[in-house]
C-alpha cells in the first residue's frame, strides 16, 4: 500500500486536502486524525508536521509527501521536489529596521535571526556575507526588538507583518516557495506512485485549463486554430450549416477572457466555456 505524508496543519494543509479530492482520494473525516486509510485506492495517508515530512520521506518511511519547498531545502535530507503543486506559495528574504540597511552587503558582522538557519547559511556563504546566524523556532520578527538579533530572515506573504514590527525587506528574495510533491532521492520504479502522481498533475492540469467551444467560419478556421491551438491540436468538425465549421479546443484559464474577445472579432459565434474537473494528458 502506498503511504504519503500531507500536513496537519497551516497553510499547506487544507489546499492539500482539498486536492487529494479533486483526485479521487479520501479525504479525512475527524480534526484529529493521524491515519486516513483509503483503501479503496489503496493508498495511506499520514497527516505530519510539516516540517517532519521530508525526513520520514527521505528515510523511505513515506513514498511520498507534500511540503513547503523551503522546508525540504531547509531539512537538508535525501529527498527530491517531483511536482511543484501552485498553492501557498511565499518568499523567503531578510528584513531589518526601516532604513538601516541599504543592501544585504551592509549586513556583514550582524546577527541575523531566523528559523531557516540552514538556508540562511547557505545563502551567506554563497553571496560571501559573514553574519552570525541566530536560530529561533517560530516567528522571528520580534528578535530584533528584544534584542537578539540585528535583523531577520523569514517567510513572507505581503510583507504586512514585518511593517508592524517596523522592519522592511532587504535585497531580492532568497527563495521563493510553495507546495511541492517529494520522492526520496533514488527511489526505484513504483506504479503505484507513478499513478499518484499522474493524478496529481492531471488536478493541475484541470486547474489550469477550459475547454472552449465555437462555431467560425471556414474562411477563419487557421485564425481561430491559432488563437486555441490547445494542448495537442483542436477538434474542427464540419457544421451542418455550409460554410461554418465546430472547434473544440483546451485554453489557459488566465487567457480565457481574451481568447473569447478575438474570436468574437474574427466570426466566431456561440462560444461556450466548460471548466475541466479531471484529466490525463
Known amino acids: 500500500m502506498l503511504k504519503i505524508a500531507i500536513p496537519n496543519k497551516g497553510q499547506l494543509s487544507e489546499p492539500a486536502k482539498q486536492m487529494l479530492a479533486e483526485a479521487g482520494y479520501k479525504r479525512s473525516t475527524h480534526a484529529r486524525d493521524l491515519v486516513i486509510h483509503d483503501t479503496e485506492n489503496a493508498v495511506e495517508f499520514f497527516l505530519l508536521r510539516p516540517r517532519d515530512i521530508a525526513t520520514y520521506v527521505a528515510a523511505g518511511t513515506l513514498d511520498l509527501g507534500v511540503t513547503g519547498r523551503d522546508m525540504l531545502a531547509e531539512s537538508g535530507v535525501a529527498a527530491d521536489e517531483i511536482l511543484a503543486l501552485d498553492f501557498a506559495p511565499s518568499t523567503f528574504r531578510l528584513a531589518g529596521p526601516i532604513g538601516k540597511y541599504g543592501s544585504v552587503a551592509d549586513l556583514a558582522g550582524s546577527r541575523v535571526a531566523t528559523s531557516y538557519p540552514e538556508i540562511l547559511r547557505t545563502y551567506l556563504s554563497a553571496i560571501g556575507v559573514e553574519a552570525g546566524v541566530v536560530s529561533l523556532d517560530g516567528a522571528v520578527e520580534n528578535a530584533v ?3 537578539v538579533a540585528d535583523a531577520v530572515a523569514d517567510v513572507v506573504d505581503t510583507g504586512g507583518t514585518l511593517r508592524a514590527a517596523g522592519l522592511e ?3 531580492d528574495a532568497i527563495m521563493h516557495s510553495e507546495a511541492v510533491l517529494i520522492r526520496r532521492t533514488g527511489a526505484g520504479p513504483s506504479p503505484e506512485a507513478d499513478v499518484f502522481i499522474r493524478r496529481i498533475h492531471g488536478v493541475l492540469t484541470a486547474r489550469a485549463y477550459v475547454l472552449v467551444d465555437y462555431d467560425i467560419p471556414l474562411d477563419q478556421v487557421e485564425a481561430a486554430c491559432a488563437l486555441t491551438p490547445g494542448l495537442e491540436s483542436p477538434t474542427v468538425s464540419p457544421l451542418h450549416e455550409s460554410g461554418w465549421a ?4 483546451v485554453v ?3 487567457q480565457v477572457h481574451r481568447v473569447m474577445d478575438r474570436l468574437a472579432d474574427i466570426g466566431g459565434r456561440g462560444i461556450l466555456v466548460t471548466a475541466i ?5
Open 145 to 147: 526588538r528584544l534584542g
Open 169 to 171: 525587506t532587504i535585497g
Open 252 to 254: 489557459p484559464k488566465n
Open 277 to 281: 474537473s479531471a484529466c490525463r494528458l
Open 246 to 249: 465546430a472547434v473544440r479546443a
